[in-house]
Every structure is written in structure tokens, then in C-alpha cells.
């Protein structure tokens, strides 16, 4: 049973970088074809996709944030990272981590979610 969950800062302020972790236990991120999504949700909104990096390490990323997302990640530790610059509040949302197969359609494994909130 692959799990996933995400971790960081609940408060974030404007301007500074929105960083979460997401640690995946059952599961190698870089097992054939396995891509791994930040997703987003913001309050009242519907859920927006940030970006993903791949089982092999590249990286594919929303146009609207692609100028401001970084999504890395750590294969000794089985994670991966979304960095999120110049925050607003309009950032503000619920963050989940999530793993699709062979592409970006359908994803099979989500974290919880986590609530960042941009304030000052």
C-alpha cells in the first residue's frame, strides 16, 4: 500500500517561499512510470495541478506557475519537494501530494492535504 504525506509550514508570508515535503512509504518514486503531482485546492475553488517530477527526474509544470513552482526530489529519502515562490494570498489552499501512472491522467494515491495559509 503506497502512502503518501504531505509536511511543512501551515503559514507561509507574502513573499516568502511555500515549501512542503512529500515522503512516499510503499513505493520506490523511482519506479517505472510512476509520476508524482502537487495538486491544490484552494477555499471554494476546485482543485488546480501545480506540477510533477517523474520516476526518471524530469519535471513538467503548470503554464500559470511554471515562473514560480520548483518541484525536486530526494531519492535517498524517497520524497519529493514543491517550492513555491513570491507567495500571495491567493495561494492560500489546501496542498496535496498525489502518484499517477504513465501519464498525468487519473491519480491513484493522494496524500491527505495540507493546509497553507498565506498571511501576514
Known amino acids: 500500500q503506497v502512502q503518501l504525506q504531505e509536511s511543512g509550514p501551515g503559514l507561509v508570508k507574502p513573499s516568502q517561499t511555500l515549501s512542503l515535503t512529500c515522503p512516499v512509504s510503499?513505493?520506490?518514486?523511482?519506479?517505472?512510470?510512476?509520476?508524482w503531482s502537487w495538486i491544490r485546492q484552494p477555499p471554494g475553488k476546485g482543485l488546480e495541478w501545480m506540477g510533477a517530477?517523474?520516476?526518471?527526474?524530469?519535471?513538467i509544470y503548470s503554464p500559470s506557475l511554471k515562473s514560480r513552482t520548483s518541484i525536486s526530489r530526494d531519492t535517498s529519502q524517497n520524497q519529493f519537494t514543491l517550492q513555491l515562490s513570491s507567495v500571495t494570498p491567493e495561494d492560500t489552499a489546501v496542498y496535496y501530494c498525489?502518484?499517477?501512472?504513465?501519464?498525468?491522467?487519473?491519480?491513484?494515491?493522494w496524500g491527505k492535504g495540507t493546509l497553507v495559509t498565506v498571511s501576514s
Open positions: 498525489a502518484r499517477s501512472q504513465y501519464g498525468l491522467n487519473g491519480m491513484d494515491y
Open positions: 510503499g513505493g520506490s518514486i523511482t519506479t517505472n512510470y510512476y509520476y
Open positions: 517530477i517523474t520516476y526518471s527526474g524530469s519535471t
